[in-house]
């Protein structure tokens, strides 16, 4: 029972195969030769001796695979969040770092003022990015999430220096229990958004709406298209990985043309969200 067990939980399947047939081989000839006359009658319980610790090894070791998978799903999880944090945090502000720096390129023999405002720009812009990025690695490691909604106007100020003028619109009755991880989640979605007009959009304003529900916050971000300039869904992995965010919280995500401008919509429900 012993070299059973240990087989079918330690061992190879196919070793373990190999142990338990041994093992019933050996108790069906001691059946044979003994001096009880049980007959055929005395396989079942000469069988029960191998197959009983066999299935319990096997369960066994059924259930540390499946914890094992578990943990390396919940590891993958993880590393992916921290890939789209990242992701995020230097996308947006590389982004914004470019356009001040075209800025005081084109500015820098005809207006050297304007030139001096753009570095300055993007010198705080680089100490902004750098320390959310160490705010997001350190959320990470403590499992607490550190941006929000309420750090729209800091965005919506980075963007303004870069050229772009954001406009936000609110409707609705905020709530003041919003979830975390929806609050993170609707914040990453407009800097990604945001993000993509200055790589892609070919244009010098965009509008952030926030919808309020009951249950659940809408998002909208809205640039115009100059013919046939503008942000692609195909472009990057922003799209993606504003669409995983979305679906990670069981809500709904869009982004495409509509007639002249660019869109992205996102519906986060609030319940069961923590």
Not at 16 to 27: E, F, G, I, N, R
Not at 55 to 68: C, D, N, T, Y
Request: aromatic fraction near 4%.
């Amino acid at each position: 029972m012993i070299a059973v067990y240990s087989a079918a939980r330690h061992a190879k399947p196919r070793d373990a195969v190999l142990v338990a047939s041994a093992a019933l081989m050996l108790l069906l000839v001691h059946l044979l030769v003994s001096d009880r006359d049980l007959g055929w009658l005395g396989v079942v319980p000469v069988a029960a001796w191998v197959v009983v610790p066999g299935a319990l090894g096997h369960g066994l070791r059924l259930r540390e695979q499946s914890a094992r998978q578990a943990r390396a799903e919940a590891l993958a999880g993880e590393r992916l969040r921290i890939a789209q944090e990242v992701h995020d945090v230097v996308g947006h502000g590389l982004a914004a770092i470019k356009m001040q720096a075209d800025i005081a390129l084109h500015m820098l023999h005809r207006r050297p003022g304007q030139a001096e405002v753009a570095l300055t720009a993007i010198s705080e812009t680089s100490e902004q990015a750098l320390a959310e990025l160490r705010a997001a690695l350190a959320a990470v490691r403590g499992h607490d999430l550190v941006a929000g909604l309420a750090r729209l106007d800091d965005l919506r100020r980075r963007m303004a220096e870069a050229g772009v003028v954001v406009r936000v619109h609110v409707t609705g009755d905020h709530v003041p229990a919003m979830p975390a991880a929806v609050d993170l989640a609707g914040y990453r979605i407009v800097q990604e958004s945001l993000t993509n007009v200055l790589r892609h959009g070919h244009c010098e304003k965009a509008e952030v709406l926030l919808r309020y529900a009951g249950d659940s916050l809408t998002i909208t971000i809205a640039n115009p298209l100059d013919g046939d300039a503008g942000t692609s869904p195909g472009v990057g992995s922003g799209i993606a990985g504003m669409r995983a965010r979305v679906q990670a919280l069981g809500g709904e995500f869009m982004a495409g043309r509509y007639e002249r401008r660019f869109e992205v919509r996102a519906r986060l429900p609030f319940g069961g969200v923590s």
